[in-house]
């Protein structure tokens, strides 16, 4: 079960917390209801002599639910020559997205996303996963000092998915944004 809440930020964390992780991603969608999504997940160095792991991941979603706090997901490992075929399948430039994972009080980490860096559609959000629906509505970005950055919650909000992103940048017919990196 993925339990997580989405902000709209407007650049990587100001100083503070403990930078646990960091990845550059590429991912598609077969489609987004169900979602299906492909990633390819690469690590890269967060201290002096760490190694990069690169992962190909498939993933199912269920519709969340009512408040979009909550949905089933299904991840799994593909080999790389999977994610190629499922990649030209479905034939549109996939998202690319950097990710920093933040350590947060209590176990909890937040990651911060830029999404498409340098096209006309660049944007940035923050997640925190939690372990029960309970947690993720009593959770206060104020008390991990992160009321100011978390400001603008979009959780659940129609069109506030990376399922929507795509849609609206991949799928739609008569868009008009140029996908090539400036």
């Known amino acids: 079960m993925e339990i997580e809440r ?36 690469t690590d ?3 201290k002096p002599g760490e ?16 408040d979009g706090l909550a949905r089933t997901e299904i991840e799994m ?8 075929e499922i ?11 950097t990710r920093r994972m933040y350590r947060l009080p209590g176990g909890l980490s937040l990651e911060v996303n830029q999404v498409d860096q340098g096209l006309p559609t660049e944007f940035w959000y923050a997640e925190v996963e939690f ?10 970005p104020e008390a991990a000092g992160l009321g100011d ?3 603008d919650e979009v959780t659940g909000q129609p069109g506030s998915s990376m399922g929507a992103y795509w849609e ?9 944004v140029s996908l090539s990196v400036r």
């Open 6 to 41: 989405k902000w709209m930020v407007q650049s990587w964390l100001p100083a503070g917390l403990e930078l646990i992780r960091q990845q550059r991603m590429r991912q598609g969608y077969v489609t987004v209801r169900p979602t299906v999504r492909i990633r390819e997940e």
């Open 44 to 46: 890269l160095p967060v």
């Open 51 to 66: 190694q990069g792991r690169t992962a190909y991941i498939l993933c199912l979603k269920s519709a969340s639910t009512d």
């Open 77 to 84: 490992e593909i080999p790389k020559e999977k994610f190629g």
């Open 87 to 97: 990649e030209a399948m479905i034939g549109k430039p996939l998202i690319e997205k």
């Open 131 to 140: 372990d029960s629906v309970e947690q993720a509505k009593s959770w206060k």
């Open 149 to 151: 950055y978390l400001s």
């Open 168 to 176: 609206e940048t991949r799928e739609a017919a008569d868009t008009n």
